[in-house]
C-alpha cells in the first residue's frame, strides 16, 4: 500500500494526438491555449490530497471548458473531504478513531467495497489495513535502518494488519481489532479522478485529462484518431521518459520506488507488502492501464507484492494491462495489449 502524502506516480504528459499548439495565456492558476481558430485547450491546476492535480479540456467553447472544470475540483474536492485520513474531520479518520462508523457516506462506503474486492482478487496484496506499519516507518528518523527493536515493533503491528478484520454491512463499517486503521492513499486518490472524468462528462466535455500526481484518466471521444501520449517515468533515470502509451477513454496509474524511500538503499519505500510488513524489491515500477482510475491505482501498488507469472495472471483475469521495470531497471515486462507508443519491454 502507498501513502498518500508521498506519491511516486509521475507519468509525462507528452502531446494531445491530432491537435497543433498554438498561443497560450495563465491566471490564477489557468492556462489557456488558443490551439487553432475555434480550438481551445483549458488547464487548471491545484493542490487537494497534497498532490498537485491538474484538469486540461479541449473545446471550442472556452467559458464552457472554464466551468466544466470548476465543476469538476468542485466533485473532486467534496470526495477528498471523505476519504482523507489526515483531515481529523473526515469519515476515515473518524473511523480510524473509533474502529466503527455507522452510516458510512456514500464515497466512502463505494470505495471501501472495491478496496476489499480487489483485496480478495489479489490474495491480499493489496490491503488498506496496513497503516500502523506504515505509520511507523512515516515516523522513524530518515535514513531509516532498522535495528534489532525497530524489528520487533513492526512485529507487532503486523497482526494488526488482515482486510478480512474489516465488518462492511449496509450500515455500518466496523474494524474489529483493537488498534487497526486504514488508509485509503492506495485507492482514493484514483477514485478521486474518476469522480472529476464524470463531473466533466455530465458537463458535456469529450476531450480531457485529469492527472492527480501521476493518477490519469483520459476521455477522447468517439474518434478513434484522438488520443493523450503519456510517457512513464524512467525508475532509475528519473529525468528521462523510458515509455510512451496511448490512453483514450481509459485510466493510468504508475506506482514506483524512485521517489520515496526510507532507507537509503531505497529497501524500504513509500510501498508495503501486507503480508510481510517490509517494501517488496521485485520491481522499480510497475503501471496499469485500465477503464477506471480507481481500479488503476489500486493494482499498481497491489503488483508490487506479485511475482511476474502471478502478476501476468493476476492483471489479465481483470483485464488490465500493464508495464513492469524490475529492481535494477535492467528488464522491462508488459502485457501484450499495452497500446506502448515507444520504448521496449518484453511481453510477457
Known sequence: MADDRYLARRPFLKLAGGVLAGGAFAAGGWIVLNRSR???????EATLMETSVS?????????????????AFRRMASTVDVLSRFDPHSA???????????????????????????SEHTEG???????????YYLGLSRPVVLNPAELQAVARREPLVGYKSISL??????????GMAITLDGIAKGFVVDQGIAALRAAGIEYALVDAGGDLHAIAGADPSRFWNVGIVDPIHTDRVAAVVRLRNAALSTSGNYEVFFSADKRLFHIVNPHTGYSPDRYSSVTVMAEETVETDAMSVAAFSMALPRLKETMAARRDEW????????????????????????VA
Open 38 to 44: 475555434n480550438l481551445y485547450q483549458v488547464r487548471r
Open 55 to 71: 484538469v486540461n479540456v479541449l473545446s471550442d467553447d472556452e467559458g464552457a471548458a472554464r466551468e466544466a472544470i470548476r465543476l
Open 92 to 118: 476515515v479518520s473518524h473511523l480510524n478513531r473509533m474502529r466503527s462508523l455507522a452510516n458510512p457516506p456514500t464515497a466512502l462506503r463505494t470505495v471501501m467495497e472495491r478496496a476489499l474486492s480487489i
Open 125 to 135: 496484496d493489496f490491503d488498506v489495513t496496513v497503516a500502523p506499519v506504515l505509520d
Open 169 to 178: 454491512d449496509r450500515g455500518s463499517i466496523k474494524l474489529l481489532r483493537p
Open 323 to 346: 508495464l513492469a521495470f524490475s529492481w535494477d531497471g535492467a528488464s522491462r515486462w508488459r502485457s501484450k495489449g499495452l497500446p506502448l507508443v515507444s520504448g521496449e519491454a518484453a
